[in-house]
T-cell receptor, first 117, second 113 residues
Framework: AQTVTQSQPEMSVQEAETVTLSCTYD???????LFWYKQPPSRQMILVIR??????QNATENRFSVNFQKAAKSFSLKISDSQLGDAAMYFC??????????????FGKGTHLIIQP | NAGVTQTPKFQVLKTGQSMTLQCAQD?????MYWYRQDPGMGLRLIYY???????DKGEVPNGYNVSRLNKREFSLRLESAAPSQTSVYFC????????????FGPGTRLTVL
């Protein structure tokens, strides 16, 4: 079974600076997808960014980018120019491929990101 | 377009009581999911329905049953609630397709006394 590990329970960063959240995963599959979700205090789960395992190019969405190292099974999230609204729990998630997107997600335990003004 | 809706938002039960959590989506999605989130944990998959008429167990199915009533609705039933089922429950859905994201409902906070 696949597992997702987030080794940083909590991270703190000054507003406008850059922070990197770590995620490692374990799988025997070659086809899979990786996601970062944000959960603010409202509890709503919001997709931040996704990465297809078959793509070598790292995904980028505005201030958010990933460092995907397939051989190392590492998938870190970099947030540039941190803003107060970025404060939230961040979850790394994995989904197996080749099932038409029907499989559920496997989540890490999350990293609580604090933004210092 | 309401997205994924869940009812109720909050519920308190006594041990042994039963209840059904309701989930509906209006995005014409094929697949639907139920997760639970416990303090200090990520979400864990309880059950999912890849398409209308099918359901499958996830990581933590014990103590739960599900019904995919139609394409829009996917309910989660606790037949005899236990304190270990105190959690926040999320419903999610996605359109068929490898790269498609899951959309989540707002969650139901359930407390079992």
């Amino acid at each position: 079974a696949q597992t997702v590990t987030q080794s940083q329970p909590e991270m703190s960063v000054q507003e406008a600076e850059t922070v990197t959240l770590s995620c490692t995963y374990d799988t025997s599959e070659s086809d899979y997808y990786l996601f970062w979700y944000k959960q603010p205090p409202s509890r709503q789960m919001i997709l931040v960014i996704r990465q297809e395992a078959y793509k070598q190019q790292n995904a980028t969405e505005n201030r958010f980018s990933v460092n995907f190292q397939k051989a190392a099974k590492s998938f870190s999230l970099k947030i540039s120019d941190s803003q107060l609204g970025d404060a939230a729990m961040y979850f790394c998630a994995y989904r197996r491929g080749q099932r038409g997107g029907a499989d559920g997600l496997t989540f890490g335990k999350g990293t609580h990101l604090i933004i210092q003004p | 377009n309401a997205g994924v809706t869940q009812t109720p938002k909050f519920q308190v039960l006594k041990t042994g009581q039963s209840m059904t959590l309701q989930c509906a989506q209006d995005m014409n999605h094929n697949s639907m999911y139920w997760y639970r989130q416990d303090p200090g944990m990520g979400l864990r998959l309880i059950y999912y329905s890849a398409s209308e008429g099918t359901t499958d167990k996830g990581e933590v199915p014990n103590g739960y049953n599900v019904s995919r009533l139609n394409k829009r609705e996917f309910s989660l039933r606790l037949e005899s609630a236990a304190p270990s089922q105190t959690s926040v429950y999320f419903c999610a859905s996605n359109l068929a397709g490898e790269h498609n994201e899951q959309f989540f409902g707002p969650g139901t906070r359930l407390t079992v006394l």
